[in-house]
Every structure is written in C-alpha cells, then in structure tokens.
C-alpha cells in the first residue's frame, strides 16, 4: 500500500463504468482520500475488508441492483457511511436513500448523475468526516531543506473549496508537500518548524505561490466567463518579519496575470502575537493591494 495512503480516510468507489470510476476516484484523491474502485458488485464482500470510511454506490449495476447492496450491507452490520449515486430520477434516489436509512445504514447524502466536483467533494468534507491519521515526523536537515529548494523538490496538492450556502465550487487551497528522496512525501509538520527557525519562510511561500499560479493557469479559460479560480495559501509566521514580502509575493501574482482578490494568504493566531507591529504592517499593506487574508492552521 503506498504509505500516504495509509494516513488517509479511505473511500471504496463502486460503478460498473470505468469513466465514473476514474471521476470519482479522482475527486476523492482530491479531497484527501485513499481511494479504491470496484467495477463489479459481486467483489464488494472482499473490498470491505478492511471496511472503507465512505462507500460510494451506484443504484444501477449488473448482477445486483444497488437496493440489493443496500439490503446486503445492512445484513452485514456496515458501519460505512454511504453516497448514493444514479442517472434515475432524484425520487427514486430520494427512496433508496430513506430505504437504507431505515435499514440503520449511515447514509451521507444521494447525487443525480452527471456528479459535480462541487457537489462530491462538500458530501466529503462536511463536518464529522473522519480526519487523516497522522503521519510518523520524519527528521530532516538544514542541509535537505536548502537542497529541496533549490532543486524545486517541493510540490503543491490543492483541497477544493466549496460555498456552504449552495456547494458551489469557488477555489483550491494549495497545500505544500516535500518530495524527499529518502522519507517520500513529507506534510508540513515535518518540515515547517524547520523553515522557521533558519528563516526561510518567505522562501518557500515564493516557491508554493509560483507552483500553484503555474499549475491553476489553465483554468482560466476553462471557467465561465473566465473567471479566476481563487488560491489560498498558507503564510509560515517568520515570513511575516519580512517587510518586503508584499511586493515579492505580488510581484509572482502581477506576471502570472492573476487578479489580487483572487488571492488569500492564510495565516495563524501564533504568528500574529510574535511581532505584531511589524505583520500588522505587512498585513495591511496586502489588504491595501486587495489580497484577502484569513486564520487557520497548517494543511
């Protein structure tokens, strides 16, 4: 199993169609899952083993129509919780939903096919979904840390943003990944300490910030209107000390043709209260240029 994976909630997608498979298992992946897929119904007892946090289930499916499933995986006791999926009426969708409610099953909501990525990923991320277990700090080096950055060994993965109000998407937040040639794929905790104590932080935000413009450009064209999809990136605390950081971080959005309030810089409450005076300064001037700025934690 490869090891992200397994510190990952995992999602068992089940269609006989292989380009639904393919959607799904890639939204999944998206919204931080460990994804498996499963064309035929009759290999689902085996696939439950060990049992998947979410199983995604289309109603219409050879052999066994997805109201028998439903019926097999009460008799089961599946502690699953479920996402029905069909191109049949949002009624018979609604039925199937209220029939494995009342078979005690733990059903997350029920999607009209064709599925958006808007509305897959909100059913995935609501509250009370499992969290991704914690993955083992590996120990890394000053000396690594300067290697990766010059060799671009740092990657960005992107968690889809939803509107509460209507699951629309509205933008990714981009989340910083090490590619380390001995530990593999390393998340920020492992590394991020680091960054700050040897002052590095505006760095790698450069280097987050540049990735992410790169890889998003080809939305452009691709959304109505061509809107903007918008970018969140998380700012490391030490980078706030840096009072040119404003004119750095927008020179990269200015030649990338990105609007400004497409853009919001995430920030945490501890990196606030070690020198508030001087990010206050630079907080404001991003304001100032129409960057939107938010609190949270590390992805």
């Known amino acids: 199993m490869n090891?992200?994976?397994?510190?990952?909630?995992?999602?068992?997608?089940?269609d006989d169609e292989a380009d639904n498979r393919e959607f799904f298992a890639e939204t999944g992946d998206l919204a931080g899952y460990a994804v498996a897929s499963l064309g035929d119904v009759r290999e689902l007892e085996s696939a439950l083993q060990p049992a998947p946090d979410v199983i995604l289930l289309d109603l219409i499916m050879p052999h066994l129509d997805g109201i028998e499933v439903?019926?097999?995986?009460?008799?089961?006791g599946c502690r699953s919780r479920l996402i029905l999926v069909s191109g049949c009426e949002r009624r018979v969708l609604q039925a199937a939903l209220r029939l494995?409610?009342?078979?005690?099953?733990?059903?997350?909501?029920?999607l009209q096919k064709p599925v958006s990525?808007?509305?897959l990923t909100a059913l995935l991320l609501q509250p009370g979904m499992p969290p991704a277990r914690v993955q083992p700090l590996q120990p890394v080096t000053l000396d690594e840390l300067h290697a990766a950055l010059a060799e671009n060994r740092f990657t960005v993965h992107y968690q889809p943003?939803?509107?509460?109000?209507?699951?629309?998407?509205?933008?990714v937040e981009g989340l910083v990944r090490w590619c380390h040639p001995q530990h593999g794929l390393l998340l920020p905790d492992s590394f991020v300490p680091l960054v700050e104590r040897s002052g590095l932080g505006l760095e790698l935000t450069r280097c987050v910030l540049e990735c992410a413009l790169a890889d998003l450009?080809?939305?452009?064209g691709l959304l109505p209107?061509?809107?903007l999809p918008g970018l969140s990136v998380n700012l490391p605390g030490e980078a706030l000390f840096d009072v040119s950081l404003p004119e750095q971080l927008l020179a990269l959005v200015d030649a990338a043709a990105w609007q400004h309030d497409a853009i919001t810089f995430e920030i945490t409450e501890t990196s606030l209260a070690r020198e508030p005076?001087?990010?206050l300064d630079i907080l404001t001037r991003l304001r100032l240029k129409g960057v939107q700025l938010s609190i949270d934690d590390f992805g």
Do not use: S, T, Y
Not at 3 to 14: G, I, N, S
Not at 161 to 171: E, I, P, S
């Open 3 to 14: 090891p992200d994976h397994a510190r990952r909630p995992r999602l068992l997608v089940v």
């Open 70 to 76: 439903i019926r097999e995986l009460a008799r089961a």
């Open 100 to 110: 494995a409610q009342g078979f005690g099953l733990d059903v997350l909501g029920e």
């Open 117 to 119: 990525v808007a509305a």
């Open 161 to 171: 943003q939803v509107a509460l109000h209507d699951g629309r998407w509205c933008g």
């Open 217 to 220: 450009a080809h939305l452009h």
């Open 225 to 227: 209107g061509g809107r």
């Open 277 to 279: 005076v001087r990010a």
